[in-house]
């Protein structure tokens, strides 16, 4: 019997629960004693945060007076949902990143590591490092060296564009940082730059693809773009799903970028007012606990929604081959 | 059953909000800081007595009191000063002016960046520090209502030696959260080599008085003025300036002038003080000159091209923010917290002038004065007094001025600190020493509804505004009370 098979087995019938022989009993401690450190630390680092944000979200409630705390019920809650235009440029302008965003680095990331994975390419293991490097640059440090690259006035971005006839320098030029309908694009241009760990994810992927079957398919007469749709591109949409669910709940906390590239101000138009720009100005810039807790249970259930809509999806386009 | 399990978790829930609320505080408590209504003696053990004095306090009972002095919501954190800080603390503990009970413990943010959530978590987790500062007067809203009002304490301290003005100005909310110990005068620093190279003469260092131009001729010194030659000290990469034709905007190497690290209230304030509520500070108002400003300062960018937009101003050109420390930009107006530090690595020489008048004769140079206040949830709120008093003394507040790089507030101290070799950083004090008779009343960070959002929300107008080439200054003008207003009504309510 296999272990999938084992699982499936056991799985098929009711359970039924007998006394545990003193063996069985003996194992059960262990089994806690080892699981003990990830559930104490997720009762106090998680769970008991968790309720007690709640709490927060029924409460006026701000840091520098806590003595003035009072419970205000759902107050915060209708405000944050009926009273506070905030909210939903903040969702919208998050969720129109993420469309924007996650296609362009999902893809991107996925074709890097096709490209890396390539027999006929010269210095992978270099251009590997390359790819990833990026990976290890502090985010911050890497926002502030991409402002004074899409500086519209100084960038070198522009002055290359210039060499290619085309005015991007200055007032009336190409103004990344500057522009609404060019935000999401110049953020997720920031964001590819530090994709190594997709990459690797994906490349990890594609090896672990048999080699048996590229064989097979080749000796069936399956050029390379054939295998690549219907072998390798089948086989790492695990690794794809995987880097989609983490790629859409990172991005509905997208923050360093517009915070260190455009402070709090959501200029230009409110184009960077993402949802945790304002969650992190409500409850940590105004001190509003209370209001910053409801907002924080917001984009919680807005995330479970997406990720529950997100695995919903899988049986379509998943493919698991310990299933078959 | 599944009914009964929802009602259950709800029920759960309900309970333990009633609790968190109930353990969240009560207005009508007693607050062991607040004094009696007499002024008197209390039942608690940190009410002030009739003469300013501590009435029954735990050290007075022999008990011993540590005031830990908590540094991060201003100046203080960087590692220089802390050894310094670390000696008037040591001072106290080994002369102990204020008795063998009470003792004093320094304890520096590690991060300056965190210092406000630090101490708001330490409030919060019933571990408030006794005393916090310096702290200027927008590191003190993020505190708005959790401060100390020390008038009761006071008591007959002497206060002739500090500028009614500037005691008046840590005022806030009819609530005393402590007193002037250091100001830091805004002037006018030009870059002289630049002046050299265009042929201009300096700007006046006597405030008042008229610029003499190169030809001898007597000008007012005003924002005209100051607009002249900062066009005429605006250079492209061929060397013309804004009034030669083919000039350049997008290429331009040298700016005239810019007012440094400053929000809208901080630039306007150099055409007039002003507030954007109104007397009743409740209601949202636009000053004349602010409205100037708004006009002066979008023309400067982007039609007078002398004043750096965010993008020049953000770019290596310009020292990435700090302008005047690039070589690049003939004037900026700054306080004098910008003196050393700021400047490390310009290579000219410069000075510092005089501010200018606003369109009618008005001189207005704004300032900054840092205080040091004690939260309203310390445990020792009568001994935090007492240390304060001691820290604000003749002795050693010109001192703890000297550290943060400010003119003491204490009038009698400012000649010595001036004449101090220590404090010379290449320009002439008595310009600054001479700015402190233009305050700007009301001061460009004094208090207004809801601190924290409106200057959110007045910084996003300003920022919108000052970006776009093409904004419509005057509708732009229109709408900023329309956004300011419900930020203000959130407050009142």
């Known amino acids: 019997m296999t272990f999938t098979d084992a699982i499936k087995e056991s799985r098929a019938g009711p359970r039924t629960r007998g006394k545990m022989s003193d063996e069985e009993k003996r194992e059960a401690k262990i089994g806690y004693a080892f699981i003990s450190p990830w559930l104490i630390g997720f009762l106090i680092f998680y769970a008991l945060p968790m309720v007690a944000s709640f709490v927060f979200s029924l409460m006026e409630f701000n840091l520098a007076t806590p003595e003035d705390a009072k419970f205000v019920g759902l107050s915060n809650w209708a405000r944050m949902l009926f009273d506070d235009p905030n909210v939903w440029q903040g969702l919208w302008v998050t969720t129109r990143f993420a469309l924007i965003s996650l296609p362009i680095g999902l893809a991107s990331a996925f074709l890097i590591a096709v490209l890396l994975n390539s027999t006929n390419l010269w210095g992978r293991n270099i251009f590997r490092t390359l790819f990833f490097a990026p990976s290890l640059v502090p985010f911050v440090a890497g926002a502030l060296i991409w402002s004074q690259v899409l500086n519209s006035q100084t960038g070198w971005v522009n002055r290359l564009i210039e060499l290619f006839g085309i005015p991007a320098v200055g007032i009336d030029g190409i103004r990344w940082?500057?522009?609404?309908?060019?935000?999401?694009?110049?953020?997720?241009?920031?964001?590819?730059?530090?994709?190594?760990?997709?990459?690797?994810?994906?490349?990890?992927?594609?090896?672990?693809?048999?080699?048996?079957?590229?064989?097979?398919?080749?000796?069936?007469?399956?050029?390379?773009?054939?295998?690549?749709?219907?072998?390798?591109?089948?086989?790492?949409?695990?690794?794809?799903?995987?880097?989609?669910?983490?790629?859409?709940?990172?991005?509905?906390?997208?923050?360093?970028?517009?915070?260190?590239?455009?402070?709090?101000?959501?200029?230009?138009?409110?184009?960077?007012?993402?949802?945790?720009?304002?969650?992190?100005?409500?409850?940590?810039?105004?001190?509003?606990?209370?209001?910053?807790?409801?907002?924080?249970?917001?984009?919680?259930?807005?995330?479970?929604?997406?990720?529950?809509?997100?695995?919903?999806?899988?049986?379509?386009?998943?493919?698991?081959?310990?299933?078959? | 059953m599944k009914v009964s399990k929802f009602k259950a978790i709800l029920l759960l829930l309900f309970v333990m909000s009633l609790i968190a609320a109930a353990c969240g505080g009560d207005d009508d408590a007693d607050d062991a800081a607040a004094p009696s209504d007499d002024g008197g003696t209390a039942t608690t053990d940190a009410a002030p007595s009739d003469d300013g004095g501590t009435a029954t306090t735990a050290a007075a009972s022999g008990e011993a009191v540590e005031i830990r002095w908590f540094v991060g919501l201003g100046a203080g954190t960087d590692a220089p000063v802390i050894p310094q800080q670390q000696a008037i603390v040591d001072e106290f503990n080994s002369t102990k002016p204020l008795g063998e009970n009470i003792s004093l413990k320094l304890d520096v943010a590690p991060d300056a960046d965190q210092a406000a959530t630090l101490m708001q978590t330490q409030i919060v987790g019933g571990n408030a520090p006794d005393i916090a500062g310096p702290v200027g007067v927008k590191g003190a809203a993020q505190f708005f209502g959790g401060w100390l009002d020390i008038n009761p304490y006071l008591g007959d301290y002497d206060l002739s030696d500090f500028d009614p003005a500037l005691v008046d100005f840590w005022n806030q909310g009819g609530v005393q959260l402590g007193l002037p110990f250091a100001v830091f005068p805004q002037v006018l620093w030009y870059n002289q080599e630049l002046f050299d190279e265009a042929g201009l003469a300096y700007p006046p260092a006597e405030f008042g008085a008229p610029y003499v131009d190169a030809d001898g001729n007597e000008k007012p010194w005003d924002l005209d003025t100051l607009r002249e030659l900062a066009i005429e000290l605006t250079v492209d990469s061929s060397g013309l300036t804004p009034n030669d034709d083919g000039f350049d905007p997008n290429a331009r190497v040298q700016w005239g002038f810019g007012n440094m690290f400053n929000d809208f209230r901080g630039n306007a304030t150099l055409f007039g003080a002003g507030n954007f509520v109104d007397a009743d500070n409740e209601t949202c108002i636009f000053p004349d000159d602010w409205k100037t400003a708004a006009n002066w300062y979008h023309d400067a960018m982007w039609v007078d091209h002398f004043h750096p937009d965010?993008?020049?101003?953000?770019?290596?050109?310009?020292?990435?923010?700090?302008?005047?420390?690039?070589?690049?930009?003939?004037?900026?107006?700054?306080?004098?917290?910008?003196?050393?530090?700021?400047?490390?690595?310009?290579?000219?020489?410069?000075?510092?002038?005089?501010?200018?008048?606003?369109?009618?004769?008005?001189?207005?140079?704004?300032?900054?004065?840092?205080?040091?206040?004690?939260?309203?949830?310390?445990?020792?709120?009568?001994?935090?007094?007492?240390?304060?008093?001691?820290?604000?003394?003749?002795?050693?507040?010109?001192?703890?001025?000297?550290?943060?790089?400010?003119?003491?507030?204490?009038?009698?101290?400012?000649?010595?600190?001036?004449?101090?070799?220590?404090?010379?950083?290449?320009?002439?004090?008595?310009?600054?020493?001479?700015?402190?008779?233009?305050?700007?009343?009301?001061?460009?960070?004094?208090?207004?509804?809801?601190?924290?959002?409106?200057?959110?929300?007045?910084?996003?107008?300003?920022t919108e505004l000052t970006n776009d080439p093409n904004a419509d200054v005057d509708a732009g003008i229109d709408a900023l009370c329309g956004l300011l207003q419900p930020v203000f009504d959130r407050d009142s309510a």
């Open chain 2, 310 to 462: 965010a993008t020049f101003g953000d770019s290596e050109i310009l020292g990435s923010g700090n302008w005047f420390n690039s070589g690049n930009i003939g004037m900026i107006t700054i306080h004098t917290w910008y003196a050393g530090w700021g400047t490390a690595d310009l290579a000219a020489d410069f000075d510092v002038a005089a501010i200018p008048s606003n369109a009618g004769g008005v001189i207005t140079a704004k300032l900054h004065a840092d205080t040091i206040g004690i939260p309203k949830a310390t445990s020792h709120p009568a001994e935090a007094v007492e240390v304060l008093k001691w820290m604000m003394s003749e002795e050693i507040a010109p001192r703890l001025a000297a550290i943060y790089g400010g003119l003491p507030a204490r009038e009698s101290a400012q000649a010595a600190y001036v004449d101090d070799p220590a404090n010379d950083f290449g320009f002439d004090w008595a310009v600054a020493v001479d700015a402190l008779s233009y305050p700007d009343n009301p001061n460009h960070e004094a208090w207004w509804p809801n601190y924290l959002e409106s200057t959110d929300a007045m910084n996003e107008w300003w």
């Open chain 1, 177 to 324: 940082l500057d522009t609404p309908v060019l935000i999401p694009f110049t953020f997720t241009f920031i964001g590819i730059w530090s994709i190594g760990n997709a990459i690797l994810i994906n490349l990890a992927g594609l090896q672990g693809i048999p080699t048996a079957l590229h064989e097979a398919a080749q000796i069936d007469g399956a050029g390379y773009w054939r295998r690549l749709r219907t072998i390798s591109i089948p086989m790492v949409t695990p690794v794809i799903f995987y880097n989609l669910v983490l790629g859409a709940v990172g991005l509905l906390q997208y923050f360093l970028q517009p915070y260190v590239l455009n402070g709090t101000t959501g200029y230009p138009e409110g184009a960077t007012n993402f949802f945790m720009i304002y969650f992190y100005k409500q409850a940590f810039a105004f001190a509003n606990m209370g209001y910053g807790a409801a907002l924080a249970w917001l984009l919680f259930f807005y995330g479970l929604a997406i990720t529950i809509i997100l695995f919903s999806t899988q049986k379509y386009w998943v493919y698991y081959a310990a299933g078959d």
